[in-house]
């Protein structure tokens, strides 16, 4: 009896971890979704389901995420720290998300970020940067972020943008930079630059599309 009774409460346990939501997140299992949004919440919660793809973070009071923080969720597709409060980040946080696709980190406290912390996310295409402090970032990725469309870095501090970070991300489709504290300089004069072949280059591909559109309808 009291053997049945301990088989019956590990296999409820076991059920618990498999198939268990974090007490304080929703989780919606057929887009294996979990939202633990605006729960107060310090850090990340312990259990999330494995399989989870999209995680809602956003309006909690996380300040400091540990190395290998999503171990747990390794095939997150989509991450959203929007509106936390993360000073830095440690080298190794994003480590074993093979498959995020958008990380957003809007409206945090970070003032810098290294090239190493986005080495583990070959897959990333959507970067949110805007609203935080940052005035530094990495003059190069070491490797294209080949993958990368979207890069907005919009309300921070920076005065300059490197062109190599620029030329490190060849797909980006949409780039927003706004109230910055550009400084006028030579550095300014390279992101200018980068910024008349990026326009260029986007109506070359607007008029090739024309192009084609036209030949379909003759
Ligand atoms: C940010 O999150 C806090 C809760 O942590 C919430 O009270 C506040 O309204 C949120 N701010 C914005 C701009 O969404
Ligand atoms: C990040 O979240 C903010 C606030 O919800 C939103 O305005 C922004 O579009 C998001 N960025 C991306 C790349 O999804
Ligand atoms: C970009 O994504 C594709 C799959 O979507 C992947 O095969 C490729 O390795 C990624 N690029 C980089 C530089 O990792």
Redesign the pocket.
């Known amino acids: 009896m009291k053997g049945e009774l301990l088989l019956l409460s590990s296999v409820i346990f076991l059920l618990r971890v498999v198939c268990g939501c974090p007490t304080r997140c929703h989780c919606h299992s057929p887009s294996r979704a979990v939202d633990c949004s605006r729960q107060g919440l310090a850090e990340i919660p312990p259990d999330l389901p494995p399989q989870t793809l999209t995680l809602h973070l ?1 309006d909690n009071q996380i300040h400091q995420l540990p190395a290998f923080a999503f171990r747990s969720v390794p095939h997150l597709r989509t991450l ?1 720290l ?2 936390n409060s993360l000073s830095d980040l440690a080298p190794g946080v994003f480590h074993g998300l093979q498959h995020l696709q ?1 990380l ?1 980190l ?2 945090n406290s970070l003032h810098s970020l290294e090239s190493r912390l986005f080495h583990s996310l070959p897959q990333l295409r ?3 940067l ?1 609203s935080n402090n940052i005035s530094h970032l990495p003059i190069s990725l070491g490797k294209p972020w080949e993958n990368l469309t ?1 890069f ?1 870095i919009q309300q921070n501090q920076l005065q300059q943008l490197d062109r190599e970070l620029l030329e490190s991300m060849p797909n980006v489709r949409l780039l927003f930079l706004k109230d910055n504290l550009w400084k006028c300089n030579c550095h300014l004069l390279s992101l200018k630059l980068w910024l008349e072949k990026f326009i260029y280059k986007e109506y070359q591909d607007k008029e090739r599309s024309m192009r084609l559109h036209d030949k379909r309808r003759r």
């Open positions: 956003q959203n929007y509106n958008v957003n809007t409206q959507e970067l949110d805007s979207v907005a």
